[in-house]
């Protein structure tokens, strides 16, 4: 973690349980979703805004961990108020659930603070999870897990899971009440699809064209895919959209394709000359899963050091994609690789290789677009079966 973010972990919570005392203090009935970051609200999002739709009265906490989720959303009109999480220390999350008394607390994925947990089974809250994966590698299966074991076993009402494979592992260490339920992201991202949206800018660079997109790039080995791409074909256009808005990884990468790249802020205000791009930047928060449609491929970054982010964002727009080599553990990665949309790779020769035939054999981008946004299509509903068993 930088140290500019880590900066807004700290700033971020100064009077923070002030603040949430000033806005929920004595407040009844509040549901409290909480995401760690911006690719867990995605999860969450869909939820949500579906809990909006059905209490249009009601009200709703989210709180985000990290400083990238939170700065992105901070005003998000769906819900009532937007605040950090405090620091899990047990003088900070008594007092938290002191002041917001929720009626529910959803958590996404696996948000496993000891003193937040601890203080939900002490006060028999209503807590549910979503979109929960595990695999047999997860640190949740490993001698090292067996606290998290424990929360997972005696703090949740409800465990919702994306997959089979994590139904049974977590039924194996004990876990009740655990649901396949699949992954609302496919309900979001088939919805952002459907809206009509454009970016002027990103049409201009274009010219109308489709794109390689490389999306939540994580590390330089997410960057050597673009870099190594762009070099062996400095005639087609790449998009990328970095997880992190560091300035070092962006310059890396325009230094490395010989000076074709620049950032998408520095055409905002009328500057020319954006069209002689080849890869362009884009150095803004929050807007890629819109700039997914104009890709005819794309590029997922994280797999190279974690698991890829969100393949089916890119896959609802009929784009084959690409991730590095740790996908295992995400279902929606592996059911693609599975079906012949997606490819893992380990390094820039594979992912040359890789773009090389998609763009030379036009049949066979057609075939993986078709099987990726049917993939999408045919595992929609997510949202409803969550809906029905934490609210109905």
């Known amino acids: 973690m930088n140290w500019e973010k880590t900066k807004k972990l700290i700033v971020g919570r100064k009077g923070l349980l002030q603040q949430l005392e000033a806005a929920c203090g004595g407040v009844e009935g509040i549901i409290w979703f909480h995401v760690?970051?911006?690719?867990?609200?995605?999860?969450?999002?869909?939820?949500?805004?579906?809990?909006?739709?059905?209490?249009?009265?009601?009200?709703?906490?989210?709180?985000?961990?990290?400083?990238?989720?939170?700065?992105?959303?901070?005003?998000?009109?769906?819900?009532?108020?937007?605040?950090?999480?405090?620091?899990?220390t047990r003088r900070n999350m008594r007092r938290f659930f002191d002041i917001v008394r929720p009626s529910k607390a959803i958590f996404t994925i696996g948000e496993l603070w000891p003193h937040m947990m601890r203080e939900?089974?002490?006060?028999?809250?209503?807590?549910?999870?979503?979109?929960?994966?595990?695999?047999?590698?997860?640190?949740?299966?490993?001698?090292?897990?067996?606290?998290?074991?424990?929360?997972?076993?005696?703090c949740y009402r409800h465990v919702l899971v994306q997959d089979k494979t994590s139904k049974n592992l977590l039924e194996s260490i004990g876990v009740q009440n655990v649901t396949q339920v699949g992954d609302p992201r496919i309900d979001r991202v088939l919805k952002t699809a459907s809206e009509p949206w454009s970016n002027a800018l990103v049409e201009q660079w274009s010219g109308g064209e489709k794109v390689l997109v490389s999306g939540?790039?994580?590390?330089?080995?997410?960057?050597?895919?673009?870099?190594?791409?762009?070099?062996?074909?400095?005639?087609?256009?790449?998009?990328?959209?970095?997880?992190?808005?560091?300035?070092?990884?962006?310059?890396?990468?325009?230094?490395?394709?010989?000076?074709?790249?620049?950032?998408?802020?520095?055409?905002?205000?009328?500057?020319?000359?954006?069209?002689?791009?080849?890869?362009?930047?884009?150095?803004?928060?929050?807007?890629?899963?819109?700039?997914?449609?104009?890709?005819?491929?794309?590029?997922?970054?994280?797999?190279f050091v974690f698991v890829p982010h969100s393949v089916v964002e890119p896959a609802v727009y009929g784009q084959p994609v690409l991730f590095g080599p740790k996908y295992q553990r995400e279902p929606n990665c592996a059911a693609l690789v599975r079906l012949g949309a997606a490819t893992?790779?380990?390094?820039?020769?594979?992912?040359?290789?890789?773009?090389?035939?998609?763009?030379?054999?036009?049949?066979?981008?057609?075939?993986?677009?078709?099987?990726?946004?049917?993939?999408?299509r045919a595992n929609a509903g997510a949202t409803d079966a969550i809906m029905h068993i934490l609210f109905d």
């Open 36 to 88: 760690a970051s911006l690719g867990e609200f995605e999860e969450a999002r869909p939820v949500i805004e579906a809990a909006r739709e059905r209490y249009p009265q009601g009200k709703i906490l989210l709180t985000f961990f990290s400083p990238n989720g939170y700065e992105a959303r901070k005003d998000w009109p769906v819900v009532d108020w937007v605040f950090y999480l405090p620091f899990d």
């Open 120 to 154: 939900i089974r002490r006060r028999g809250i209503d807590a549910s999870i979503m979109s929960v994966r595990v695999s047999e590698k997860s640190s949740l299966m490993g001698w090292l897990g067996y606290r998290r074991r424990d929360f997972f076993r005696t």
């Open 216 to 303: 939540c790039t994580h590390s330089f080995h997410d960057e050597d895919l673009v870099i190594a791409i762009a070099n062996a074909h400095p005639d087609r256009k790449i998009m990328v959209v970095p997880k992190e808005m560091n300035p070092e990884p962006m310059q890396r990468i325009i230094s490395l394709v010989g000076g074709r790249g620049d950032l998408y802020s520095h055409f905002e205000h009328g500057e020319s000359g954006i069209e002689k791009v080849q890869v362009l930047i884009v150095d803004k928060v929050g807007m890629l899963s819109r700039l997914y449609r104009y890709g005819y491929a794309a590029m997922v970054g994280a797999g």
């Open 344 to 376: 893992s790779v380990n390094g820039p020769e594979e992912a040359v290789a890789w773009f090389d035939y998609l763009t030379t054999h036009p049949e066979e981008l057609q075939r993986q677009s078709k099987i990726a946004s049917d993939y999408c």
